[in-house]
C-alpha cells in the first residue's frame, strides 16, 4: 500500500516561514502529479499548490509566497511557505497521483499536518 508522510507543519508568527515535506513510500513505480491542498476549520479542502509534469499551478491567494518543488530521487515534494497570514491557517495534505507496480495508478493522501500563523 502506498503511504505519504508529511512533516513541518508547527506554530509561526505572521510573516514567517514553514518548509513542507511529504515523502511517498510503498509499491511505487512512478509518481506523476504531486499537490498540496490545504483545509481551513469551516471550509472545503482547497488546492494550494501542485506540479506535473508539464506545468506547477499555484492558488492565487499564496502565488509569490508559497513554492512547491519535488525531488523525484527521495520520491519526496516540498512546499516552502514564506510570508505566511493568519489566513494560511489550516491543515495541510500532500496528494499525489501514483503509478503503482501492482495496483495500478492511486491518488493517495497524507495524513495531514497542522500549520497555524499567530498575528
Known amino acids: 500500500q502506498v503511504q505519504l508522510v508529511e512533516s513541518g507543519g508547527g506554530l509561526v508568527q505572521t510573516g514567517g516561514s514553514l518548509r513542507l515535506s511529504c515523502v511517498a513510500s510503498?509499491?511505487?513505480?512512478?509518481?506523476?502529479?504531486v499537490g498540496w491542498y490545504r483545509q481551513a476549520p469551516g471550509k472545503q479542502r482547497e488546492l494550494v499548490a501542485a506540479?506535473?509534469?508539464?506545468?506547477?499551478d499555484y492558488a492565487d491567494s499564496v502565488k509569490g509566497r508559497f513554492t512547491i518543488s519535488r525531488d523525484n530521487a527521495k520520491n519526496t515534494w516540498y512546499l516552502q511557505m514564506n510570508s505566511l497570514k493568519t489566513e494560511d491557517t489550516a491543515v495541510y495534505y500532500c496528494?499525489?497521483?501514483?503509478?503503482?507496480?501492482?495496483?495500478?495508478?492511486?491518488?493517495?493522501w497524507g495524513q495531514g499536518t497542522q500549520v497555524a500563523v499567530a498575528s
Open positions: 496528494n499525489a497521483e501514483i503509478s503503482t507496480l501492482y495496483s495500478g495508478t492511486q491518488i493517495a
Open positions: 510503498g509499491p511505487i513505480f512512478s509518481i506523476n502529479t
Open positions: 506540479i506535473s509534469v508539464a506545468r506547477t
